[in-house]
């Protein structure tokens, strides 16, 4: 199975500043007959179901802030928030889809400072 | 509009089945895989498996392989997850969710559309 790992577990961001969560897989989810990578960025805030953000890697989801990006390939991505907002405060996952099981990160909790 | 509707909380007993529904609307059943996730009270996301609509094939996570099994009604629109043996540590909210249309053969999509959640609660 791939192990998704994400860093920080946690952290506490003041609003209007950056926050920055990383995702390492523990082997490439770049597929290769797109040259994308296999890999989801979600947000659940408490009570709901997870909402999707990013996908392959770095296309936001129609309807999501501008203010959400994400980068990386190969093993190590990244979701940035640029400017956090109250109500980013939320559990962040990744999810890589290249292979089943579809493994998620262990979450990312962001709070403000 | 497009959406996935999940059945209602369960409260079993150790050893008994659950069988969560969840009907889409709003799409084309058949063209987008659906997945179970689930998330024990407090913890993180587990994906529990993927069934397509269209050809009913499945696949599940080993941790729950052979106690779980994934099926579809396509007159209806609704997927069924069921899961026997109940254990306590079974206890969780189950979700169903699509996955994102895109036009990549033979790779998995990210999951955009969740249905509410159902809880499943297993206490003797």
């Known amino acids: 199975d791939i192990v998704m790992t994400q860093s920080p577990d946690s952290l506490a961001v003041s609003l209007g500043e950056r926050a920055t969560i990383n995702c390492k897989s523990s082997?490439?989810?770049?597929?290769?007959?797109?040259?994308?990578?296999?890999l989801g960025w979600y947000q659940q805030k408490p009570g709901q179901p997870p909402k999707l953000l990013i996908y392959?890697?770095?296309h936001r989801e129609s309807g999501v802030p501008d203010r959400f990006s994400g980068s990386g390939s190969g093993t190590d991505f990244t979701l940035t928030i640029s400017s956090l907002q109250a109500e980013d405060v939320a559990v962040y996952y990744c999810?890589?889809?290249?292979?089943?099981?579809?493994?998620f990160g262990q979450g990312t909790k962001v709070e403000i400072k | 509009q497009v959406q996935l509707v999940q059945s209602g909380a369960e409260v079993k007993k150790p050893g008994a089945s659950v069988k969560v529904s969840c009907k889409a609307s709003?799409?084309?059943?058949?063209?987008?895989?659906i997945h179970w996730v689930r998330q024990a009270p407090g913890q993180g996301l587990e994906w529990m498996g993927i069934?397509?609509?269209?050809?009913?094939?499945?696949s599940y996570a080993q941790q729950i392989q052979g106690r779980v099994s994934m099926t579809r009604d396509t007159s209806t629109s609704t997927v069924y997850m069921e899961l026997s043996s109940l254990k306590l540590d079974d206890t969780a909210v189950y979700y169903c969710?699509?996955?994102?249309?895109?036009?990549?053969?033979?790779?998995?999509?990210?999951?955009?559309?969740w249905g509410q959640g159902t809880v499943v609660t297993v206490s003797s």
């Open positions: 999810q890589q889809y290249y292979t089943t099981p579809a493994t």
């Open positions: 082997q490439s989810i770049l597929y290769g007959y797109n040259n994308k990578n296999c």
């Open positions: 069934i397509s609509p269209g050809g009913g094939s499945t």
């Open positions: 709003g799409y084309a059943f058949i063209g987008l895989n």
């Open positions: 392959w890697a770095s």
């Open positions: 969710a699509r996955e994102l249309a895109q036009a990549t053969p033979d790779v998995m999509s990210a999951l955009d559309i």
